[in-house]
C-alpha cells in the first residue's frame, strides 16, 4: 500500500520489485533527464514500478572538498522537471528538519540517510509532510532497531514509511549486506534494498570512497531471491567522472540487462 501511494507510479499491479534508481547527486539538467529518459524506456519495458532518485545536495562529505550540489533550488527544480517531463515520482534525501518541508514541494519520496536516521526531529519532520519516508538503516543499526525509526514515522500521523538496507560496516574500509535482516525488516514496512551502496568501501585514506561495482549483479540477486520489495539502485552514463559515488555505480549501459534478468528471477521466486 506503502508504494501504491506514491503519485505518478506507474506498473504496480506488475508483482515486479520496485525501483528506485537515478544519479548519486543531481549534477544538471541534462545529466538527469539523459538518465531517467533511459531508466523509464527500461522499466516501462520491464513493467517495474520506478522512481527517479537524485541528492539534490550532498551534506555528508569526507572532505571539504569534495562536490555537494549545484544549489538546492536548482537542483529541486530538475527533480521536478524530470518529473514533470517523464511522468514519474522522484526522490531526494534531507539532512535538515528544514529540508523536508522545502524538499517536500519537488518531489514524491523523501529519504533519510542513513547517518541520520535515529535524527527524531528529521525524521518527524519528513513524515509531517504527508509524504512517503524512505528510512535508510544505519551502518551501525540492526535490523531490528528499525522498528523504532518506523514507529517514528507512525506516531507522527502516517503510515508511509519504507526501510532501505544500504549494508552494514564490516570494519573499517568494508560493508556487508545481511540478507536476515530482509524479512525481519519486512514485518515493519515495505523494505528495499540499496545494492550500491552496499558495495561501498569507506573511509579510503585519500578521503573519497571506494566501492565494488563488479559485486552489483550479486548482491541485487541475492536482494530478489529473498523477496525484497525494492531495488536502490545508483546509475550513470560515466561512472568515472560523476561528482559523487562513481566507485560503485552501475553503468547505465548495463542497466537494462541486469533489470531483465532480475525480473526473470522475481518471476521463479514468485511462482515458486
Known sequence: MVVISIPKIKHADSDNFFLLCGPCAIE???MALRIAEKVVSITDKLKIP???????????????????????????KILRKVSETFDIPTVTDIHEVSDATKAAEYVDVLQI?????????????????????????????????????VQKVKDSGSDLALITDRGTMFGYQDMVVDFRGIPTMRQYAPTVLDVTHSLQQPNQSAGVTGGRPDMIETIARAGVVNNVDGLFIETHFDPANAKSDGANMLHLDNLEGLLTRLVEIRTLVTNF
Request: glycine share 8%; aromatic share 8%; net charge positive.
Open 28 to 30: 544538471g539538467e541534462d
Open 50 to 76: 520506478y522512481v527517479f532518485k537524485g541528492s539534490f545536495k550532498k551534506a555528508n562529505r569526507s572532505r571539504i572538498d569534495s562536490f555537494t550540489g549545484i544549489g538546492d533550488e536548482n537542483a529541486l
Open 113 to 149: 540517510p542513513a547517518f541520520l536516521v535515529r535524527q527524531t526531529d528529521l525524521v518527524v519532520a519528513a513524515a509531517k509532510t504527508g509524504k512517503v519516508v524512505n528510512l535508510k538503516k544505519g551502518q551501525f543499526m540492526s535490523p531490528e532497531a528499525m522498528k523504532h525509526a
